[in-house]
């Protein structure tokens, strides 16, 4: 059975993902930040319909706690699937905020940045080693980031969601890098994409 990660899937996107994800056969691993409820009943729905699920908490701002959260996936990985490998990264975990540029603290920016873009750069550059060769990640962007869907009020948040693209680009292309560590990715079956989506409760 091959198996995804799914960031951020106590509600909306990442709820629907990680149980349409399931219902094709997948096994999910999903997290939940601050609604815990949300997780459980995640992952509750999932088994209902015959999958198999686990939901871990996961502060995607908090960089310091990916050792830990990368030891639990393992964990999970192979007490649940016996594998030490997983499939499938989908780095949907996020918030949004709205405020026009005179109006956006550097307290607010830095929030978005370190859950918007450091976290989902660094968990990638954490759990590649996990990832099999020929997997796929998706990361959850936003039409704001693109030239069409310029709205009052996003600067930051779009800011932070076209880095999150160029991520996506680079870790695309991860044979023309220098990271070391990260050949999980460095096959030519591998898959990285960028989902833009609109804003959503």
Known sequence: MKVAIITGASSGIGRSAAIQIARRGTGVILTYGNNAQGGLETAAAIEKDGGTAVALPLDVGETGAFPAFRNSVADV??????????????????????????DTTEEMFDRLMRVLL???????????????????????????????????????????????????????????????????????????????ENPAE
């Open 77 to 102: 990985l192979r007490d649940t699937w016996q594998r030490d490998t997983f499939d499938y990264l989908v780095n949907n975990a996020g918030f949004a905020h709205t405020s026009l540029i005179e």
């Open 118 to 196: 450091k976290g989902p750069y660094f968990l990638t550059q954490r759990l590649l080693p996990l990832m099999e060769d020929g997997g796929a990640i998706v990361n959850t962007s936003s039409n704001s980031a693109m030239g069409s869907g310029l709205e009052p009020g996003y600067s930051a948040y779009a800011s932070m969601k076209g880095g999150l693209d160029v991520l996506g680009r680079y870790t695309g292309a991860l044979r023309d890098e220098d990271w070391s560590g990260l050949a999980g990715l460095a096959g030519a079956d591998s898959h990285v994409r960028c989902v833009a």
